[in-house]
C-alpha cells in the first residue's frame, strides 16, 4: 500500500479560478479528512467526510466544498480563489476518523497568482 | 475557545541533552492530545497520544490537567530528531487541532 496519495503535487491557480485537489486513502480506511497549512503555521482542519457523508466542517467559507466518492477516495473543491487561498493542503485518512490513527499525504501546494 | 499552543517556534540543542518542546491546551473537557512529528523531506506522521501512555523514540509527553499542557520530553538528544513537531487537541470528536508547531534542530 502507497499510503495517502494526493494529486496534484504542485498546482498554480490564478485569482478567481476553480480547482480541484484529489486524494486517495489507504485501503480499508473510510474516513478521509482535509486540513490547510499556511506557511509557518500548523494544520487547519477544513472537513472529514465518513462513509460519504460529510461529519464536520471547519471555519471555512462556503467556497471550500469537499465530497467522498464510494471507493473512499475525495475531493476537495474551492470556488473562486483568493489569494489567501495559497497553502498546502493535506489529506489524512483513518478507519473511522475518531478513535483510530489518521495517517497523512504528502500534501498539495496550491499557490494562487 | 480549543487552542493549542506551542511557545518556541525554533529549539536548538546539542547532541546529547535533554529536550522538552512545550504545549499548552485550552480546552474545559476532557482532551485528547498527540504530538506529530514531520521528518525533513517526509509527511506528517504521529508520534504519540497521551491515551497510550508509550514511549516513542524515546520521547514521553505527560499530560497535566491542572496546567493544561502536554509537553514532550526526551532526555538525550539524537541528531536524527530534527524535526518539526507539533502538538494537537482532539475533543472527542472529528475535528483536530494543530499548534503552530515547533522546528527541533539538534546539534552535533
Known amino acids: 500500500d502507497a499510503g495517502v496519495t494526493q494529486s496534484p503535487t504542485h498546482l498554480i491557480k490564478t485569482r478567481g479560478q476553480h480547482v480541484t485537489l484529489r486524494c486517495s486513502p489507504i485501503?480499508?480506511?473510510?474516513?478521509v479528512s482535509w486540513y490547510q497549512q499556511v506557511l509557518g503555521q500548523g494544520p487547519q482542519f477544513i472537513f472529514q467526510?465518513?462513509?460519504?457523508?460529510?461529519?464536520g466542517r471547519g471555519n471555512f467559507p462556503d467556497r471550500f466544498s469537499a465530497r467522498q466518492f464510494p471507493n473512499y477516495s475525495s475531493e476537495l473543491n474551492v470556488n473562486a480563489l483568493l489569494l489567501g487561498d495559497s497553502a498546502l493542503y493535506l489529506c489524512?485518512?483513518?478507519?473511522?476518523?475518531?478513535?483510530?490513527?489518521?495517517?497523512f499525504g504528502q500534501g498539495t501546494r496550491l499557490t494562487v497568482v | 475557545a480549543q487552542r493549542v499552543t506551542q511557545p518556541e517556534k525554533l529549539l536548538s540543542v546539542f547532541k546529547g541533552a535533554p529536550v522538552e518542546l512545550k504545549c499548552n491546551y485550552s480546552?474545559?473537557?476532557?482532551?485528547?492530545l498527540f504530538w506529530y512529528v514531520q521528518y525533513s523531506r517526509q509527511r506528517l506522521q504521529l508520534l504519540l497520544r497521551?491515551?497510550s501512555r508509550e514511549s516513542i523514540k524515546g520521547f514521553t509527553a505527560d499530560l497535566n490537567k491542572g496546567e493544561t499542557s502536554f509537553h514532550l520530553k526526551k532526555p538525550f538528544a539524537q541528531e536524527e530528531d530534527s524535526a518539526m513537531y507539533y502538538c494537537?487537541?482532539?475533543?472527542?470528536?472529528?475535528?483536530?487541532?494543530f499548534g503552530a508547531g515547533t522546528r527541533l534542530f539538534v546539534k552535533a
Open positions: 489524512a485518512s483513518s478507519y473511522d476518523g475518531l478513535n483510530t490513527e489518521a495517517f
Open positions: 485501503s480499508g480506511h473510510k474516513s
Open positions: 467526510y465518513y462513509e460519504k457523508e460529510e461529519r
Open positions: 480546552y474545559s473537557g476532557s482532551p485528547e
Open positions: 497521551h491515551i
Open positions: 494537537a487537541l482532539n475533543t472527542g470528536g472529528f475535528k483536530t487541532i
